[in-house]
């Protein structure tokens, strides 16, 4: 099973939007709404921003959003803030009981 | 207060063997499916296994690389999940994280525990 393909790096200045992409294939992301995406910042646990797609969990900001088109799954953080400083994984059930993550995408505000 | 807490990570060399534990509170552990997730140093994020709960028949998944080496149980009397590590290679050298899992995704993570394969 093959890393799901995101960004190295993407930045972008305070209040503006951004967007990570997740590609993977018609058996991980093309074929489950199972996509989830983690924040996290340096020496500290990832953290659940994004389940099942598109659901946040209690607690997470409305200003991440997630979505799906075909095999790529997107991350959207809008209003972007310097806490907003991290790494970024997206995650896909893969069928058979099994998980792929995603290369994982460093997000860098201006 | 929902916790995992990781413990038993250390130095081991290759081919050796190692048992890490998860001790889980604040919530009913023994309902809870859980996961084993490592991230090697610097790198991204790695599935290693998951483990039903045993109402839902109790039984193990694990990634391809570790396969037949690694073995995920629980002690639902201890609220505790283990990973034994066995034929341990430098590749395994990571943070280990436990996990709960919910809606298909990992909801509650540990610290994390450091194990290093080397020489």
């Known amino acids: 099973q093959s890393a799901l393909t995101q960004p190295a790096s993407v930045s972008g200045s305070p209040g503006q939007s951004i967007t990570i992409s997740c590609t993977g294939t018609s058996s991980d992301v093309g074929s489950y709404n199972l996509v989830s995406w983690y924040q996290q910042h340096p020496g500290k646990a990832p953290k659940l921003m994004i389940y099942?797609?598109?659901k946040r969990p209690s607690g997470v900001s409305n200003r991440f959003s997630g979505s799906k088109s075909g095999n790529t799954a997107s991350l959207t953080i809008s209003g972007l803030q310097a806490e907003d400083e991290a790494d970024y994984y997206c995650c896909s059930y893969a069928g058979s009981s099994t998980f792929v993550f995603g290369t994982g995408t460093k997000v860098t505000v201006l | 207060e929902v916790q995992l807490v990781e413990s038993g990570g250390g130095l081991v060399k290759p081919g050796g063997s190692l048992r890490l534990s998860c001790a889980a509170s604040?919530?009913?552990?023994?309902?809870?499916?859980m996961s084993w997730v490592r991230q090697a140093p610097g790198k991204g994020l790695e599935w290693v296994g998951r483990i039903k709960s045993k109402t839902d028949g109790g039984t193990t998944d694990y990634a391809a690389p570790v396969k037949g080496r690694f073995t995920i149980s629980r002690d639902d009397s201890k609220n505790t999940l283990y990973l034994q590590m066995n034929s341990l290679k430098t590749e395994d050298t990571a943070v280990y994280y436990c996990?709960?899992?919910?809606?298909?995704?990992?909801?509650?993570w540990g610290q994390g525990t450091m194990v290093t394969v080397s020489s």
């Open positions: 604040g919530f009913t552990f023994s309902n809870a499916w």
């Open positions: 996990t709960t899992i919910r809606w298909k995704s990992f909801d509650i």
């Open positions: 099942e797609g598109s």
